[in-house]
């Protein structure tokens, strides 16, 4: 008996050894790079989260934005980190995501519906509200954090306005920017640097106030220049014609780290490839910004987590390595067409959203919780678990 235990052990451990992926030294190194830090980071809890969106960079997309970055697949900083899912985003009624919905889904842990802003599924655009659902953001303001939100976009629009506000219509800018300034917990978004100034203002005016009444209501300045900022403003809001989001970053961490509570960031960088070259290049640089992010942080005691609110319908169906990939894009650019499907030699853009899963990326504490294939309400409970929060009970569906 004991000879055919032996024997059976034997054949497991060499069939083992057998089936065990052959990594190239490249990839090796790579695997033990990730790997050691990866495994003393899965059991520590986070002080801080850093939530980075790259609206509409689906896998495609990020695919594309490394060869065109880098001229080959998998050379982005975010390729390199040890854990990874595949994020179903989906409203509750169709297959085809919205920002709002989707950031909506990730901030609060519960879908909805397309152009609703963080409220429940019986919400109806511009006609009923829904409850309003629980921000992570407004746990973290619950509990003593530090937060802060940063966006190329307007501050008032979808994916950023899913992290401090409750609306059923993602358009109602001037109704839902005043919530950052009357918080249902703590005292609001500490930092806000985002774009939509000319826009927001308009609806305000439209609302009866404006960004100086504001101001003065809530003893807060509203900057329309990062440059305005003065150093004694531990709190800035910055409402500009556009934004810098690698200076707003790095600005709002500078900020942040004083924190002795710990903080939750959400930045947002538009990666919709309507404009191929335009979309990837965003991409390659929110990558880059991410990188010195993460050189900065404590991965220890941050979870860094990369996602898309929503797919988009741009592929890569041709090329070689060392050829231009966006070789027709000057030639397509100087017709200025506004087709819905553009046609370059090696690329092919459908210009709007897909219902494809979108990539989740992670790294630090807690980071090990993304695997698999999810909805992206999932990325809320990974959040909260890596803080290591309970969360309330959710609106009934």
Do not use: C
């Not at 960079?57 to 998998?74: N, T």
Request: hydrophobic share 40%; net charge negative.
């Amino acid at each position: 008996m004991k000879k055919i235990l032996s024997y059976t052990v034997s054949s497991l451990l060499m069939a083992t050894t057998l089936i065990a992926p052959a990594y190239s030294a490249e990839t090796q190194s790579t695997v033990a790079q990730v790997e050691a830090p990866a495994a003393a980071q899965e059991a520590k809890k986070a002080k801080n989260v850093i939530l980075f969106v790259a609206d509409a960079g689906g896998v495609s997309v990020i695919h594309a934005a490394s060869v065109l970055g880098y001229g080959a697949p998998l050379k982005l900083n975010i390729q390199q980190w040890p854990h990874l899912g595949l994020n179903e985003t989906s409203p509750v009624d169709k297959y085809v995501s919205d920002s709002a919905n989707g950031m909506s889904s990730i901030m609060t842990g519960v879908k909805t519906r397309n152009g609703v802003i963080s409220q429940s599924a019986d919400a109806e655009r511009r006609k009923k509200d829904g409850a309003p659902t629980k921000t992570l953001l407004e746990y973290a303001e619950e509990r003593g954090l530090m937060t802060a939100v940063i966006s190329t976009q307007s501050i008032a629009d979808a994916t950023p306005a899913a992290t401090y506000a409750h609306s059923n219509d993602r358009g109602k800018w001037g109704e839902i920017f005043p919530q950052a300034f009357s918080p249902r917990y703590g005292d609001g978004v500490d930092v806000m640097f985002g774009a939509g100034r000319k826009k927001i203002g308009e609806q305000l005016s439209a609302q009866g106030t404006s960004f100086d009444k504001l101001s003065k209501k809530h003893k807060r300045p509203i900057y329309s220049q990062l440059a305005e900022v003065p150093a004694s403003n531990a709190r800035p809001v910055v409402v500009g014609d556009d934004m810098d989001v690698h200076a707003a970053t790095l600005k709002a961490l500078d900020l942040l780290e004083q924190s002795p509570n710990g903080y939750f960031m959400a930045v947002e960088w538009d990666a919709h490839t309507d404009d191929a070259l335009e979309g990837l290049q965003n991409v390659v640089n929110f990558d880059k910004l991410i990188a010195e992010v993460q050189k900065r942080v404590n991965l220890d005691e941050t979870l860094l987590l990369f996602t898309a609110d929503h797919s988009f319908g741009l592929q890569v169906d041709g090329g070689a390595r060392g050829q231009d990939l966006m070789e027709g894009y000057g030639d397509w650019k100087a017709l200025k067409k506004d087709d819905d499907i553009v046609r370059l030699k090696n690329v092919l853009v459908n210009r709007t959203h897909t219902a494809e899963e979108v990539p989740a990326l992670a790294i630090g504490a807690g980071a090990d919780q993304v695997r698999g294939y999810f909805p992206n309400t999932y990325l809320f409970d990974v959040m909260m678990k890596a803080y290591g929060w309970t969360e309330d009970a959710k609106p009934a569906q």
